[in-house]
């Protein structure tokens, strides 16, 4: 595969910038929370498992952002998220490891750290419950193995969410081993999304794998879908952060059958 072709400017722009991040001094252990029993909780609260993005800005939205995330973190939980995804890539998100830092001590739901990780020593950096690491990131020639930093990973504590946009990268990441793994319907090639994608692909994700829907769900109709296409939680950015914070979450965290 040349993904030199294959993956969109913006993208490669994110991926030779995570290239250049290194790790930090020492190693992080962490006690996870766990994302699972997370869901758990929200479904028995009525809820959609949902994971909230704190996320300043990005190269597929306008503007940033201004607000404080540890008070959009705050109504994001009270809004019923079940957890919640922080970015720490400063270039293209405006993220930081010390917004994860201050958000995980302000809350008390699992914290996904939403960076696009290459090398072991990238895990280093910061406490979070759950990093994500991207099939078609792992591609790339020069990074590190996805079975290996998986593992690297979870030796660390963290739980991780492995990221695919297609079957033969879901296949990928359960011959890796994972044990949650995302469909982003969002296509790094033309950054253009397609809900059908998470369709198409679910069916190839074992049914003892949490999966999450990713990108995209903007309604409670989208909502209504991605459950309908088998996903167990959802991840919403842009839908959640454009607006009451607090109000959007209710609003994608709510049943669709419990607002007819």
Not at 194 to 218: K, N, R
Not at 254 to 260: I, Q, V
């Amino acid at each position: 595969m040349d993904a030199n072709e294959k993956i969109a400017p913006e993208v490669r722009s994110i991926i030779d910038a995570a290239r250049e991040r290194g790790g930090a001094d020492g190693r992080v252990e962490v006690r996870a929370r766990s994302l699972p029993e997370a869901f758990d909780r929200a479904r028995a609260d009525e809820r959609v498992p949902t994971i909230a993005e704190v996320k300043p800005t990005s190269p597929t939205t306008d503007g940033t952002r201004e607000d404080d995330p540890v008070e959009l973190a705050e109504e994001m939980v009270a809004g019923g998220a079940a957890a919640l995804s922080v970015l720490t890539e400063p270039e293209h998100f405006g993220g930081s490891p010390e917004i994860l830092r201050r958000v995980r001590e302000a809350v008390d739901v699992p914290i996904l750290r939403k960076d696009f990780l290459l090398y072991e020593e990238q895990l280093d950096v910061v406490e979070a419950d759950l990093v994500l690491l991207i099939v078609r990131f792992l591609q790339e020639d020069g990074t590190d193995d996805l079975a290996d930093l998986l593992a690297a990973a979870r030796d660390r504590g963290f739980q991780v969410l492995v990221e695919a946009h297609s079957r033969a990268e879901v296949r990928q990441a359960i011959e890796a081993g994972a044990e949650i793994v995302g469909v982003n319907n969002r296509d790094l090639g033309a950054l253009e999304l397609d809900l059908s994608t998470f369709e198409d692909v679910a069916p190839a994700v074992p049914d003892d794998v949490t999966l999450i829907a990713e990108s995209g769900i903007e309604t409670p109709t989208d909502v209504a879908r991605m459950r309908a296409g088998g996903a167990d939680g959802q991840l919403v950015g842009s839908a959640i952060m454009d607006g009451d914070v607090r109000a959007n979450t209710e609003r994608l965290t709510t049943p669709p059958e419990n607002t007819e």
